[in-house]
């Protein structure tokens, strides 16, 4: 249980808190008061996403109902632009926040009938810009 105190602990803006205040430039799909859509820049399958609360949590209990429940309707909306976008047969949801302290959920885009994970990788930038603009039309 150290770990976990250690990540509730941590003052230190998460690599997504700092996309978020624009300190790090980023791909972003779709953004709203709550939270971001950005492409995944380690994918483990290409097409993968985020959906990040804007506050800073590690844990997603800790999230307010109206944060929780707002999130996950935009990752409701960001599987239907992948789903449309991408063709998919379906869009699987990991929440995670184990790498760094801040929840995230993981979209995985699957083109077949079974969620099959590579090796992660880094996508290059040309990836993500093309993603974001394949996307973003399906969140208006």
């Known amino acids: 249980r150290l770990w976990y105190h250690k990540m509730h602990m ?5 690599i997504f808190t700092r996309i978020i205040n624009r300190e790090i430039p980023a791909e972003i799909i779709y953004e709203d008061e709550y939270c971001i859509v950005l492409p995944d820049k380690f994918p ?7 959906v990040v609360p804007k506050k800073q949590v590690a844990y997603i209990t800790e999230l307010d ?3 929780y429940m707002h999130l996950m309707q935009v990752v ?5 632009a992948l789903d449309l976008g991408l063709g998919t047969v379906r869009t ?3 929440v ?3 790498e760094l302290p801040h929840v995230h959920i993981r979209l995985y885009p699957c083109l077949t009938p079974e969620l099959v994970l590579d ?3 880094e996508a290059t930038n040309e990836e993500l810009a093309t993603l974001a603009v394949t996307l973003r039309p399906y969140f208006i």
């Open 10 to 14: 941590s003052t230190e803006p998460s």
């Open 44 to 50: 483990s399958m290409a097409g993968q996403v985020v």
């Open 65 to 67: 109902d109206t944060s």
């Open 76 to 80: 409701k909306r960001a599987m239907k």
């Open 92 to 94: 699987c949801i990991i």
């Open 96 to 98: 995670e926040g184990f």
């Open 119 to 121: 090796g992660r990788y």
